[in-house]
């Protein structure tokens, strides 16, 4: 089952890639350089990445409910 | 949760080691070049930010005191320390130092100037270092040495305050190599994928409209 929450990064991440070190499921990539991307499939929404981010952009959202 | 540790993963000691060896001899802050060079090759060539997601030993090192040690209060990032003005405007700040630096070499080299056997702190605290050169190389080399040396441990200090007062990695939003090898990232990417919550439709959301591929 899908967890209720995902990671969502915001446009001024500045790629550091902490969020990399510290995510349980290695779902989250840093696209060309330029942003980390989290892969919303996978993410179990534990908050890791938000609370190491030093940039403060990534959010935790809540997943809309499937039609 | 146990991860396999890597050997870049004790790049950290790098640090300690650079910043103590210049301690005795100047002329090792040369080996600094190092760290401003393979940021920018790797990104150019295609690598990224692998030198800051993996192989940067200044910010494992703030990971390691801050985190492990739990030396860092662990406090948000203030806003505008991570705003793009302060970024870009520590960025160009960081570049004019830089060719100040050089410009001060340049003199010395071409005997208009002494060479100063101190570091700058902070680009203002002028702190006796002479101990640290026996006088063995031509003066430009050393008055290099003690410039580079000087933004090292320039950028160590500030990146050390950040990781008491905020986040272990604070430094990392402002770091001047991190803001160039990103801007090189972008300039070669293109746009970056778009990750609202929007369903990919370009006709409900601007990024993609944009053009943005959506990850």
């Known amino acids: ?67 | 949760m146990k991860t396999q540790k890597h050997w870049y993963d004790f790049l950290w000691i790098v640090t300690p080691i650079y910043l103590g060896l210049g301690v005795f001899r100047i002329l090792f802050a040369w080996i600094g070049m190092l760290f401003f060079c393979l940021p920018l090759l790797i990104s150019i060539f295609g690598g990224g930010k692998l030198y800051c997601n993996r192989y940067c030993d200044r910010g494992q090192f703030f990971s390691l005191l801050g985190g492990k040690l739990g030396l860092s209060r662990n406090k948000p990032t203030p806003r505008w320390m991570r705003s793009k003005v302060f970024r870009y405007g520590f960025l160009i700040f960081f570049f004019v130092m830089f060719f100040q630096m050089l410009w001060v070499t340049w003199l010395v080299g071409s005997g208009a100037r002494d060479l100063r056997e101190f570091v700058t702190l902070l680009w203002t605290f002028r702190v006796p270092w002479d101990w640290a050169y026996q006088g063995s190389v031509t003066p430009w080399v050393a008055q290099y040495a003690f410039g580079f040396y000087s933004i090292m441990l320039t950028s160590t200090v500030i990146g050390l305050v950040v990781m008491l007062l905020f986040k272990p990695r604070s430094w990392c939003v402002f770091c001047p190599m991190g803001t160039m090898t990103q801007l090189i990232c972008r300039v070669k990417a293109g746009t970056p994928p778009c990750q609202s919550s929007c369903s990919g439709d370009p006709s409900s959301c601007a990024q993609c409209k944009g053009g943005a591929p959506h990850a």
């Open chain 1, 1 to 67: 089952m899908a967890s209720k929450r995902y990671a969502l990064v915001g446009k001024d991440c500045v790629s550091c890639g902490c969020c990399l070190k510290v995510c349980p499921i290695g779902a989250i990539n840093i696209w060309k350089g330029v942003v980390a991307v989290v892969d919303s499939q996978r993410c179990v929404g534990c908050g890791r990445c938000a609370k190491e981010c030093p940039a403060g952009v990534i959010e935790l959202m809540e997943r809309r409910a499937e039609v």
